[in-house]
C-alpha cells in the first residue's frame, strides 16, 4: 500500500508541474524596412521628375521651387531628363464667397439662472476654395496616377467688440490670410501627392512597434528560457534598419526560431496550458518569419496556430498578412524589403 501511496503522490506531482498556470504577455519589438511599390510599373521605373502649373498668386505665396521640390516619390532618384514616372501638380487660385461679418451672443447667469447681461462680440467668415489636382504619367505618356488635392471650407477670424473691427480686420488682412490660406492647402496638397505616389510607386521607409507573445510566469520550468528569449529578439530587433540587409538579425534570429520549435513537441497535451505554450510559439515564429521577409514559412506557422484550438483566429490573421506580403514581393520580383535605394 505504501508503494501505491507513493507512485500515486509522484504522478500528481508530475502532474502538477506539467499543468503549470501559463501567463502569456504581449512583449514589444520595434522593426524598420522598406515598403516596396504597391503598384509596381517595371524593376526599372527607379526614377521620377515632377513639376507644378500654377498661377502668380500661388507662386507668390509659397515659391515654384518649393512646391516641385516638396514633391517626393521616396526611394526613386530625381530625374530631369529621362525620368520613368513624370508628375505635374496643377492648381487655380483660391477663391473667396459669402463673406460676412456675424454676430455672437453670449448670455451671463447669476447663480439662480438668472440673466445678468450679454455680451457681444463680431467675427468674419469667409467660405473659400482652391482646386488642385496630381497626376502622373509613366514614360510611355500613359497616365499611372490622378488624384484630388484641393479643397473647400470655411475661414473664421478672431472674434472683435464691434462690427466695425471685424470688418476692417478682414478688409486689412484679407491678401495675407488668403496667402496663409493657399501655402497650407498647397503644401497639404505636395504631402498628400508625396504619400500616394511612395505608397504606389516608390520605397518608403516604414518604421513601428510590433509584439510577441512570451511567457510570464515565474514558476513554470519554462519561464527562464522564455524571457532570455525575448531579451534576444528586443536587441536583434533594436539593430534592424531598412537600409542594411538582414543578414545579421537572420543569424541572431536562427537559435530563436529552433527554440520556439522545440517549445511546440516539449508541450504536446490538448489542456489549454499546452495549447497557450504552442500558440505562442506558432505566433512568435510567424511573426518573425514577416520581418525575416520569409512569408512563405510565416504561412504554415499562421495555418497550424488557426489548428490549434486557441485563439484561432490570430492564426488567420496573421495568414492574410502573409499572403499579401508574398503577392507583394511576386508583383515586385523582389524578396527583400532591406536595402539602400540609389536615389542620387
Known sequence: MKYSVLLLTTALFISGAQ????????????????????????PNA???????VVPGNISNSIPLETIEGNI????????????AISVTLTASDLSFSDIEIKENVEIKKDKDGKETGRVYTYFATAK?????????????????????????????????????????????????VKKSLTA??????TANLSRGLSNDFGFPQRGGYDYLWILNAKKHPEHQAQQEAIEKIKIAFAHMT??????????????????????????????????????????NKAVIYMYLDMPEKAIPEAEALAANGYDERDGETLKKLATALNDLFLRNAKRSRHFAPQTN
Open 46 to 52: 527607379l526614377s521620377y521628375y515632377a513639376r507644378a
Open 128 to 176: 473659400y476654395s482652391l482646386t488642385c489636382t496630381g497626376k502622373a504619367v509613366d514614360n510611355q505618356g500613359v497616365v499611372i496616377y490622378n488624384a484630388a488635392l484641393g479643397t473647400s471650407s470655411t475661414y473664421t477670424s478672431s472674434s472683435y467688440n464691434n462690427r466695425r473691427e471685424a470688418s476692417e480686420y478682414w478688409n486689412n488682412n484679407r491678401i495675407e
Open 242 to 283: 531598412a537600409n542594411e540587409s538582414l543578414d545579421s538579425f537572420s543569424a541572431a534570429m536562427a537559435p530563436i526560431l529552433d527554440y520556439f520549435e522545440s517549445v511546440k513537441t516539449k508541450y504536446p497535451g490538448t489542456d489549454k496550458a499546452d495549447r497557450k505554450m504552442r500558440y505562442s510559439s506558432y505566433y
Open 72 to 83: 517626393v516619390i521616396d526611394g526613386l532618384k530625381w530625374d530631369a531628363q529621362n525620368p
Open 19 to 42: 499543468a503549470q498556470k501559463v501567463d502569456l504577455d504581449r512583449y514589444t519589438i520595434q522593426y524598420q524596412y522598406r515598403d516596396l511599390p504597391h503598384r509596381p510599373i517595371s
Open 184 to 189: 497650407n492647402i498647397i503644401n497639404n496638397a
